[in-house]
């Protein structure tokens, strides 16, 4: 069955700095990935879809893809307090199947 | 507006009681899904419809039943509800399989 990791468990910025975040994912034919945002006691949103190697930017979100190395991450650009929530990786095998990593908890200070 | 939308948000059951959680969706999804979420263990998947009446089991249905009559609705039923099933449940929807999913506010349900 899919794993799909995430990387860190938590992370601290500052507003303005970058915010980095990462995700693995074990099934090597999976072949469709989201991020989603989930602010404190809320239903998830989608930030970004990428479904080939590369990038895939989406306002101030960028997710990057290599296949290869089976890494998907998600940078924010400039981001502000108002970021702060847990970001879910979303990974599709190739049977449409739809496993989530367990999230990383983003903190954006002032 | 595409919305997903459930029923209540906050409920406290007592164990052995009966539960009904609610979800509905405006834009014509045919798939639909219901996870919980819990600490440490993130989203598990209970059950997905493919569309009315179309159901499968998910990862976790052990304890679950759904309903699905109407495509814009998806019931989630805890028949005897225990303990174990305290947790943050979330519906969704998406156009077709493994595309974009549409999540609701989630339920949050206590069972005493």
């Known amino acids: 069955q899919q794993k799909v990791q995430q990387s860190p468990e938590s992370l601290t910025v500052s507003e303005g700095a970058m915010a980095s975040l990462n995700c693995t994912f074990s099934d090597g034919t999976s072949n469709n990935f989201r991020w989603y945002r989930q602010h404190s006691a809320k239903g998830l949103e989608v930030l970004v879809s990428?479904?080939?190697?590369g990038e895939k930017e989406e306002g101030r979100f960028t997710a990057h893809l290599n296949r290869a190395n089976l890494h998907v991450s998600l940078h924010i650009r400039e981001p502000q307090p108002s970021d702060s929530a847990v970001y879910l990786c979303?990974?599709?095998?190739?049977?449409?199947?739809?496993?989530f990593g367990d999230g990383t908890q983003l903190v954006v200070k002032p | 507006d595409m919305k997903v939308t459930q029923m209540p948000r906050y409920l406290i059951k007592r164990m052995g009681e009966n539960v009904l959680l609610e979800c509905g969706q405006d834009m014509s999804h045919e798939t639909m899904y219901w996870y919980r979420q819990d600490p440490g263990l993130g989203l598990q998947l209970i059950y997905i419809s493919y569309d009315v009446d179309s159901n499968s089991e998910g990862d976790i249905p052990k304890g679950y039943r759904v309903s699905r009559k109407k495509r814009e609705h998806f019931s989630l039923i805890l028949d005897s509800a225990k303990t174990n099933q305290t947790s943050v449940y979330f519906c969704?929807?998406?156009?077709?399989?493994?595309?974009?999913?549409?999540f609701g506010a989630g339920t949050r349900l206590s069972v005493l």
């Open positions: 969704a929807s998406s156009p077709g399989q493994g595309n974009t999913l549409y």
């Open positions: 979303a990974v599709r095998n190739s049977n449409n199947r739809i496993f």
């Open positions: 990428i479904f080939s190697d």
